[in-house]
């Protein structure tokens, strides 16, 4: 059975909320990450409300520090706590890559992810990477509502060029659906994030 996401939004919130948010979602999905300083900071746009970073300087150094960046734009007209919850994991799956990127080539490891910011197929799929990591770890409902929430909240040209990049709502809910039914199919969707609906259901055509 499909499915359906609805688009509930919360209360306002304040940065201590969405702090403790992100506390809770890194120690219950992310284990690995229980030992890494994370810190939040501010960011402002028009079409980005969530991201993951890291100090440069700091990983050069040989030291790597974790941000999760948020804009306060969210605080006034938040998504529901499930979704907020969703994107938090999607951004702790981008933490998560550059702990072990980093753990196993230093400075170097992290370099490998330059292509992405100037060739859109590798943008492409380290944002989807990133999203099977979220849904595989008990969010994929939590994220579709939340490409809901940002549909409405960015203008056209943002939102179009975020369909090109994430999951779409029904591409998550068959991800999620997918790995419920066959859990085996997971090491391979992180391997090679499929590209669209058809290829995540040829992954297991029987598991549907």
Not at 45 to 53: E, G, K, P
Not at 85 to 97: F, G, N, W, Y
Request: with cysteine.
């Amino acid at each position: 059975m499909l499915l359906v996401t609805v688009l509930v939004t919360a209360a306002a919130l304040t940065r201590p909320d969405i702090d403790a948010l992100l506390e809770d979602v890194k120690t219950t999905s992310y284990p690995e990450l229980a030992t890494t300083p994370l810190t939040t900071s501010t960011l402002t746009s028009s079409s980005v409300f969530f991201a993951s970073n890291f100090d440069v300087g700091g990983a050069a150094a040989g030291d790597l520090a974790l941000v999760v960046e948020l804009n306060d734009a969210v605080l006034d007209d938040p998504p529901s706590t499930l979704a907020l919850r969703a994107v938090l994991a999607h951004e702790l799956a981008h933490s998560l890559d550059y702990r072990q990127r980093f753990d196993d080539d230093g400075a170097a490891g992290l370099a490998g992810l330059l292509p992405m910011l100037v060739w859109p197929p590798a943008e492409e799929e380290v944002e989807r990477r990133t999203d099977v990591v979220a849904v595989a770890r008990g969010h994929g409902a939590g994220l579709a509502a939340y490409r809901v929430w940002l549909s409405a909240h960015v203008d056209a040209a943002a939102a179009a060029d975020k369909r090109r990049v994430y999951y779409s709502p029904l591409e998550l809910d068959l991800l999620t659906r997918l790995f419920s039914a066959c859990p085996s199919t997971t090491a391979a969707a992180i391997a090679h994030p499929p590209r669209d609906a058809r290829a995540i259901v040829a992954l297991g055509p029987s598991c549907f």
